[in-house]
């Protein structure tokens, strides 16, 4: 399988920096998100998840932060090396999985 | 423990044509689901089981059907294949816990192509 195609809003990053992954969500009663990684030839890959009732969840070199005010997630990868490179696309729950199409992470030396 | 795997990777069909894509996983996973991944679009969910033996359909369940015979495999068929359902095709399974929920695994993709 392939990562989503063509036409993906792209992030080119420097390796070493710290890259932030915006996703905007629809659905006001979505209580659960995730954060997927897609590398090329792969299948998604869970990396976080947050429910509703936080703002803030850290991981390893990973943070996402939720603002239900504006329906915004994002995805903070600390120090991005280029094994990160891939396609980032959240998904928000409020009955079921629903998946954005997500974003192009690149990182360069 | 190899996870999710699916069976074939590649494949490419004429129109008419029927296929039938295998999906295992070796987790011991009640939930099972299956996707299609196309350019500029979201993960959309063709149909899903929630344990063995049951079915039901997702946004995007025609022309597909599915069967879940045993627990660990989830079979997807395409009796009469389209353009249209050119794609790649994600199974993934999960835990159960009330609802489909929760972090999905899912297997490497079929890239099927309908000529």
């Known amino acids: 399988g392939e990562s989503v195609g063509l036409h993906l809003p792209t992030l080119s990053v420097q390796e070493g920096d710290n890259s932030i992954i915006n996703c905007a969500y629809s659905?006001?009663?979505?209580?659960?998100f995730i954060w997927y990684k897609q590398e090329s030839g792969k299948g998604p890959q869970f990396i976080i998840d947050i429910r509703s009732n936080m703002d803030k969840r850290q991981g390893q070199r990973v943070t996402v932060l939720l603002n239900k005010t504006v329906k915004h997630l994002s995805l903070q990868i600390a120090a991005t090396q280029p094994g990160d490179s891939a396609v980032y696309f959240c998904a928000e729950m409020p009955d079921k999985l629903i998946f954005g199409t997500g974003t192009r992470l690149q990182v360069f030396p | 423990n190899a996870g999710v795997t699916q069976t074939p990777k590649f494949r490419v069909l004429k129109t008419g044509q029927s296929m039938t894509l295998l999906c295992a996983q070796d987790?011991?996973?009640?939930?099972m689901y299956w996707y299609r991944q196309d350019p500029g679009m979201g993960l959309r969910l063709i149909h899903y089981?929630?344990?063995?033996?049951?079915?039901a359909k997702g946004e995007v369940p025609d022309g597909y059907n599915v069967s879940r015979l045993k627990k660990q495999n989830f079979l997807l068929g395409l009796e009469s294949a389209a353009p249209s359902q050119t794609s790649v095709y994600f199974c993934a399974s999960s835990y159960t816990s009330g609802r489909p929920t929760y972090e999905q695994y899912f297997g490497p993709g079929t890239r099927l192509t309908v000529t």
């Open positions: 987790m011991n996973h009640e939930y």
């Open positions: 089981s929630v344990g063995e033996g049951t079915t």
């Open positions: 659905n006001s009663a979505s209580d659960y």
